[in-house]
C-alpha cells in the first residue's frame, strides 16, 4: 500500500542553517507530494506542494523536488530562523477522494 | 476568513461518555475529512466524506460515527469513548477529490478520556 516515511526528529539547528528533512514514498501511480507545518498549538498548513516528476514546489524560502527515481520529496530552506520552529508533515494524494496519507511528521527547533 | 472551524478546542471526557465533535467550513467545499493525530504518529484518517449524504470509512473508523446533512456541516460523534480515543482531532476540507488538491484544516480539537 501507499505509504510515506520521514526522517526520525526532532532536529534542532542554529538560526541560519541549512534545512534539510528527508521524505521518501512508496505509491502505485502517480501522486501528488504535500509538505504541511504546524505550529504549536495550530493546525496543519500548506507549506508546498508538486503534482507530477520533477516539480520543484517552494514557498517562504523552502523548496522541495519530486524526485521519481529516487522516490523522494525532500525539504530544504537555504537559512532557518527561530519562527520556523514547527512539525513538518509529508504527505502524498495518489487516488481521487483526496485522501492524505502522511508521514509521522519531523520536528524542528531553531535555536537563535 | 473563517475557513474550517472546528468546536470545542478542549475536552476532558469519562469513560463511556459520548460526544460530538463540530466541524464546519464556509468554503463550499465538496470534500471534508476527520483525522487523529496520536504522538509521533503522523496523522491518521477516520472518516471522510465527498459530498452531503455520502460517508465512507478510513484507516481507522472503530468507535466513531459521522453524518453530512448540509455542505458546511461534517460532526464526528463518539459514542462509547475509551482511553485509546485520546488525541487530538482534525477535520479538514478540500474543493474537489483530485490528487492535486491541498486541503484545509481546523485548528484541532483535543480531547482527553480519562
Known amino acids: 500500500g501507499n505509504s510515506v516515511t520521514q526522517m526520525e526528529g526532532p532536529v534542532t539547528l542554529s538560526e541560519e542553517a541549512f534545512l534539510t528533512i528527508n521524505c521518501t514514498y512508496t505509491a502505485t501511480g502517480y501522486p501528488s507530494l504535500f509538505w504541511y507545518v504546524q505550529y504549536p498549538g495550530e493546525g496543519l498548513q500548506l507549506l508546498l506542494k508538486a503534482t507530477k516528476a520533477d516539480d520543484k514546489g517552494s514557498n517562504k524560502g523552502f523548496e522541495a523536488t519530486y524526485r521519481k527515481e529516487t522516490t523522494s520529496f525532500h525539504l530544504e530552506k537555504g537559512s532557518v530562523q527561530v519562527s520556523d520552529s514547527a512539525v513538518y508533515f509529508c504527505a502524498l494524494n495518489s487516488g481521487n477522494t483526496g485522501k492524505l496519507i502522511f508521514g509521522q511528521g519531523t520536528t524542528l527547533q531553531v535555536k537563535p | 476568513n473563517a475557513g474550517v472551524t472546528q468546536t470545542p478546542k478542549f475536552r476532558i471526557l469519562k469513560i463511556g461518555q459520548s460526544m460530538t465533535l463540530q466541524c464546519t467550513q464556509d468554503m463550499n467545499h465538496n470534500y471534508m475529512y476527520w483525522y487523529r493525530q496520536d504522538p509521533g504518529m503522523g496523522l491518521k484518517l477516520i472518516y471522510y466524506?465527498?459530498?452531503?449524504?455520502?460517508?465512507d470509512k478510513g484507516e481507522v473508523p472503530n468507535g466513531y460515527n459521522v453524518s453530512r446533512s448540509t455542505t458546511e456541516d461534517f460532526p464526528l460523534r463518539l459514542e462509547l469513548a475509551a482511553p485509546s480515543q485520546t488525541s487530538v482531532y482534525f477535520c479538514?476540507?478540500?474543493?474537489?477529490?483530485?490528487?492535486?488538491?491541498?486541503?484545509?484544516f481546523g485548528d484541532g480539537t483535543r480531547l482527553s478520556i480519562l
Open positions: 466524506s465527498v459530498g452531503a449524504g455520502i460517508t
Open positions: 479538514a476540507s478540500s474543493y474537489q477529490g483530485e490528487r492535486n488538491q491541498p486541503q484545509h
